[in-house]
């Protein structure tokens, strides 16, 4: 995709969306980082109906610890893999006492490192809670940049590093949401809803739907 399409793509979503955010539901970094490693293959509508109960009785590492494991899977059980989301969120809050005085870290390398935190995790922590203007590539990046031509790549890794290279600094910061929400309501897995799509004159891809 051109330089001048691009922008233009990204100048529309703005448009439309000028302040996009996750739609996870938190209140702290430390309550992002739980929902974050809960919402693995899991939706954020069933993450946040188990939080909006869960984060009352323990959104600090040490209320989760105190809490424990066993009592957090009953918080947690509609969550798909909840049994290891389980004892990594325990495992993470233990960590974040221990050696951060309770406090998530701000380097990529620190959040790698904990229990069930890996790159995506890192980026969206980054990201929405502090600023940093990183592209974490879930499901619906992928696709969408695939499908647009916007940024192919054959893996999550691959878009990522074409991402950090053909989106202008000025969009960077939101581009992550812009592209998930994108995804999510418009250029949706099974049927992408081309015909109310503003981006459908710079998409590059071949079989789009028309209107009913």
Same mark, same amino acid.
């Given at each position: 995709m051109k330089r001048a399409d691009v922008v233009e793509l990204f100048s529309r979503l703005r448009e439309i969306d000028p302040h996009p955010t996750t739609e996870l539901d938190y209140s702290?970094?430390?309550?992002l980082l739980v929902a974050v490693v809960l919402s693995a293959q899991a939706t954020d509508v069933g993450v946040n109906k188990a939080t909006k109960k869960l984060f009352p009785v323990a959104n600090t590492p040490q209320a989760m610890l105190d809490l424990g494991e066993e009592k957090l899977k009953g918080y947690i059980s509609t969550i798909g893999l909840f049994n290891g989301?389980?004892?990594?969120?325990?495992?993470?809050?233990?960590?974040?006492?221990e050696q951060y005085d309770s406090e998530v870290p701000r380097t990529r390398e620190a959040l790698e490192a904990l229990?069930?935190?890996?790159?995506?995790?890192?980026?969206v922590v980054l990201n929405t809670a502090f600023g940093h203007a990183t592209i974490a590539?879930?499901?619906?990046? /992928?696709?969408v940049s695939n499908r647009t031509g916007l940024a192919p790549g054959k893996d999550v890794?691959?878009?990522?590093?074409?991402?950090?290279?053909?989106?202008?600094?000025? /969009?960077?910061?939101?581009?992550?949401h812009w592209l998930i929400l994108h995804g999510r309501y418009v250029c949706k897995a099974r049927k992408p809803d081309c015909p109310q799509c503003v981006i459908r004159d710079l998409c590059r891809y071949k079989d789009k739907t028309v209107a009913d």
């Open positions: 702290t970094p430390f309550e989301k389980a004892k990594n969120v325990i495992a993470l809050s233990r960590i974040l006492v229990p069930g935190v890996g790159r995506k995790t890192a980026n590539v879930d499901t619906h990046i /992928f696709r890794r691959a878009v990522e590093d074409k991402l950090e290279k053909v989106v202008p600094a000025e /969009f960077k910061q939101d581009a992550h």
